[in-house]
C-alpha cells in the first residue's frame, strides 16, 4: 500500500460489477473532457475490477459485495458537519467500490493532480452506480453522492473541494452549559501543502465556525502556492474577508502551521 497513490471508496446500496458503458456514460456526464482508458482484470468470482487511466493518471477500481470496514467510517459519520445524514446512508449499503492511484505522488503538485483526477473519476463511477456515500480514505473525509459530483464541477471553476479532501480534528472546549471555545486542526494537509494547519481554539457560536476558517485557509493556498514564511498571510472569504498569518512550527510542533487572526 506504501506504493499506492490517494484512494476513496464508494459505499454501495446494492453491489455491482463494473460495468465498462456505464462507466464512459457516467464520464460523459461528468467529466466529458476528460481522457479515459479502461482495461478490464481477472478477479474471483463475485469482484470486479478494471485498470483505468483517467487524465494521464492511473488508477485502480475494485468492487466487491462487502461492505467498507466500521473503523473506516464510524469515527467519520459522528457528528458530521457537512453531511448529517451520512450514518444513514452508511447504515444500509451493502457494497463498495474501492478507487485508488496505482503510483503515489510525492510532489506536493502532482498529489494536487492526483486528487482531482481521483475527484472526477469516483463522481463518474458513482454516477455509474448506486452510491450511497465516499469515504476519502486516511481523512476521515466523507461526502454524499451529490456532494461528490458538485465538486467535480467546482474543479472546472477552478474551486477546491477541501472538505471532500481533507478531515478535520477539534480541539478545546465543549461542555454543555459553557461558551464553546474550540480549535480545529487539519487531517490530510501534509500531502498537499508539506504541513497540517491549526486554527487556535476561539469562542465560537456554531463548530462549524473555525472549519470553514481552515478550509477557507487551505483553499487560498492551494490557489496562490502552499510555500511558506513564517508570518505568512492568508486571506480567508466568507460573510466578511478576514486575513490570518501562518506560523510554521508554532510551540515547537513541525510540521504544523498555526494561524492566528491579523483582521477582520
Not at 161 to 172: I, K, N, Q, R
Not at 198 to 214: C, G, M, Q, S, T
Amino acid at each position: 500500500m506504501h506504493d499506492l497513490g490517494l484512494a476513496c471508496m464508494l459505499a454501495l446500496e446494492t453491489p455491482v460489477t463494473l460495468d465498462l458503458f456505464a462507466l464512459r456514460r457516467g464520464v460523459a456526464q461528468v467529466a466529458p473532457r476528460s481522457s479515459l482508458q479502461i482495461e478490464r482484470r481477472r478477479t474471483p468470482p463475485g469482484e470486479s475490477a478494471l485498470f483505468v487511466e483517467f487524465d494521464g493518471q492511473p488508477f485502480i477500481v475494485y468492487a466487491t459485495a462487502d461492505r467498507l470496514p466500521e473503523a473506516e467510517y464510524t469515527e467519520a459519520v459522528a457528528g458530521n458537519l457537512f453531511w448529517p445524514e451520512a450514518g444513514d446512508a452508511m447504515a444500509r449499503h451493502t457494497g463498495t467500490v474501492t478507487i485508488v492511484g496505482a503510483l503515489r505522488e510525492r510532489a506536493h503538485g502532482m498529489v494536487r493532480a492526483q486528487a482531482i483526477a481521483l475527484t472526477r473519476l469516483s463522481a463518474a463511477v458513482a454516477a455509474a452506480t448506486p452510491t450511497a456515500g465516499v469515504h476519502w480514505v486516511g481523512t476521515k473525509a466523507m461526502a454524499s453522492p451529490g456532494r461528490l459530483r458538485r465538486a467535480a464541477s467546482e474543479l472546472t471553476d477552478h474551486l477546491w473541494p477541501v472538505d471532500l479532501w481533507l478531515g478535520y480534528v477539534f480541539f478545546g472546549t465543549d461542555r454543555p452549559g459553557e461558551q464553546m471555545v474550540i480549535g480545529v486542526q487539519t487531517v490530510g494537509a501534509h500531502d498537499f501543502l508539506g504541513y497540517e494547519i491549526e486554527v487556535p481554539p476561539f469562542p465560537v457560536v456554531e463548530k462549524i465556525e473555525p472549519i470553514r476558517i481552515l478550509f477557507g485557509a487551505v483553499g487560498y493556498l492551494l490557489s496562490h502556492g502552499g510555500g511558506i514564511g513564517d508570518g505568512r498571510l492568508v486571506e480567508v472569504k466568507g460573510e466578511r474577508l478576514s486575513r490570518w498569518a501562518l506560523h510554521m512550527g508554532a510551540e515547537d510542533r513541525p510540521g504544523l502551521a498555526q494561524m492566528t487572526v491579523v483582521e477582520s
